[in-house]
T-cell receptor, first 111, second 113 residues
Framework: GNSVTQMEGPVTLSEEAFLTINCTYTATGYPSLFWYVQYPGEGLQLLLK?????DKGSNKGFEATYRKETTSFHLEKGSVQVSDSAVYFC??????????FGKGTLLTVNP | KAGVTQTPRYLIKTRGQQVTLSCSPISGHRSVSWYQQTPGQGLQFLFE???????NKGNFPGRFSGRQFSNSRSEMNVSTLELGDSALYLC????????????FGQGTRLTVV
């Protein structure tokens, strides 16, 4: 079945620092890929998605590119804010219609 | 447009009891999936319903069951509760099956004592 591996946290950054959260996947075929974010006390929200190789998903300054050759979907942001503090999940959507989640990476941004 | 609504938000149950959780998907969404979130195991897929039929099931014991009604609302039931069932249970709705965007509710926090 599908699996997703993302970098272990926690990640602590200062405001305006550059963020990278690594994510790799294994899957049969070419799944859609997503980044979801979970703010404290809230449910999961879709941050961005990419449905095919070389697609770049972007939202709120975050970006991730679907790299088929390296089976990766790394999340990046050029300048993080305190409000970006949350848990980030890399997710693959398989042909069996279920989402497979990475373990999540806790990001804390300090002023 | 209203989001995914899960009720109740919090539950405390005793070992051996059973519990029913409810999920109302976004209007017009026909697919509902359930996930269990724990600190140790992360987010794990429980089951998926579409058109009142269970289409997919995760690797959970038979104590976990669910159903979907004609209005797409879904319930999940856990019987003979164990301490290890304590978790956040999340419901996600999608317009259709497939790799489309899933919208999540805020979850039901179940504590088994």
């Amino acid at each position: 079945g599908n699996s997703v591996t993302q970098m272990e946290g926690p990640v602590t950054l200062s405001e305006e620092a550059f963020l990278t959260i690594n994510c790799t996947y294994t899957a049969t075929g070419y799944p859609s890929l997503f980044w979801y974010v979970q703010y404290p006390g809230e449910g999961l929200q879709l941050l961005l998605k990419a449905t095919k190789a070389d697609d770049k998903g972007s939202n709120k300054g975050f970006e991730a590119t679907y790299r088929k050759e390296t089976t990766s979907f790394h999340l990046e942001k050029g300048s993080v804010q305190v409000s970006d503090s949350a848990v980030y999940f890399c997710v693959s959507g398989g042909s069996n219609y279920k989402l497979t989640f990475g373990k999540g990476t806790l990001l804390t941004v300090n002023p | 447009k209203a989001g995914v609504t899960q009720t109740p938000r919090y539950l405390i149950k005793t070992r051996g009891q059973q519990v029913t959780l409810s999920c109302s998907p976004i209007s017009g969404h026909r697919s509902v999936s359930w996930y269990q979130q724990t600190p140790g195991q992360g987010l794990q897929f429980l089951f998926e319903y579409f058109s009142e039929t269970q289409r997919n099931k995760g690797n959970f014991p038979g104590r976990f069951s669910g159903r979907q009604f004609s209005n797409s609302r879904s319930e999940m039931n856990v019987s003979t509760l164990e301490l290890g069932d304590s978790a956040l249970y999340l419901c996600a709705s999608s317009r259709d099956r497939g790799n489309t965007e899933a919208f999540f509710g805020q979850g039901t926090r179940l504590t088994v004592v």
